[in-house]
């Protein structure tokens, strides 16, 4: 009998290490591991001017978010390393750990914080129409765009598409892999509208005289973008936050709208 008790309290010890052991482990923040790789891996799409673009001339990230990401390794005192993304596997990246912190103009919302966390807001945005210039009296309200023959271009994964999927309901929806691509094909002929933030669709209008950016003062909705991360990582997670309201406070962030936005 003393046996089986002693036999039982055995048990009992190693179970209590072990769950200890997990405790340790699950306490350890992403922010350590960063500190003491030494490194902080980005994750970043590069098809997403203003924020995130993948130069063909030089193989470099530039943009808002990728100037960005740099201030932020700059203030963990690390380097930074950029791991190209899509918008199909943007949360899948993170959840199985290819990067650290995703940073490409991301839009903050509660379906996306269910599987990641992410961080206070640094800018505000909307979804707006993109299109030809000379079907500016053509497309004004999302009513007018909403008809059968129209086709609207999207690029899979994002919350364009799935703004697009969830209000238009008679015009043709066309699946273009490349966001990139998009403004050209409209420019073209071949697309008619493209429903982005409209950060994008004016500065992309701004360098097209083809292209026209519909009312991008009065958006569709009203949305803000945030940086993406590991959902518990509470410690991470209020770093960044500290680090993005740190930002905004020495006018960073301003500083970085000026030089990516308004040009």
């Known amino acids: 009998m003393r046996n089986l008790k002693s036999y039982r309290i055995v048990l009992l010890a190693i179970f209590l290490l072990c769950l200890t052991s997990i405790a340790v482990v699950a306490e350890q923040s992403r922010l350590d591991l960063i500190l003491e790789r030494g490194s902080i891996l980005i994750g970043t799409t590069g098809d997403y001017k203003p924020f995130s673009y993948l130069n063909p001339e030089t193989n470099q990230f530039e943009g808002h978010d990728i100037d960005a990401a740099m201030k932020l390794g700059e203030a963990l005192g690390v380097e930074v ?18 990067y650290d912190v995703a940073m490409c103009g991301i839009t903050r919302n509660l379906t996306r914080q269910k599987q990641v966390g992410l961080t206070n807001p640094y800018i505000k945005v909307g979804k707006s129409p993109l299109i030809r210039k000379a079907d500016q009296e053509r497309f004004k309200t999302l009513e007018d765009i909403d008809q059968p023959g129209v086709k609207i271009g999207v690029n899979p994964g994002g919350t364009n598409e799935k703004f697009v999927q969830a209000n238009i309901k008679q015009a043709d929806i066309l699946v273009i892999e490349k966001n990139l691509d998009i403004p050209d094909k409209i420019a073209a002929g071949e697309v008619d509208v493209m429903i982005t933030d409209n950060v994008e669709a004016m500065l992309v209008a701004g360098e097209n005289p083809v292209l026209y950016a519909v009312d991008p003062q009065n958006t569709f909705t009203h949305d803000d973008f945030g940086y993406m991360l590991p959902r518990d990582d509470f410690a991470f997670l209020n770093w960044l936050n500290l680090w993005v309201h740190q930002m905004q406070e020495k006018g960073e962030f301003e500083q970085l709208q000026k030089k990516w936005i308004a040009k």
């Open 81 to 98: 390393q950029f791991v190209q993304t899509t918008w199909k596997t943007l949360v899948d990246g993170i959840l199985q750990g290819q």
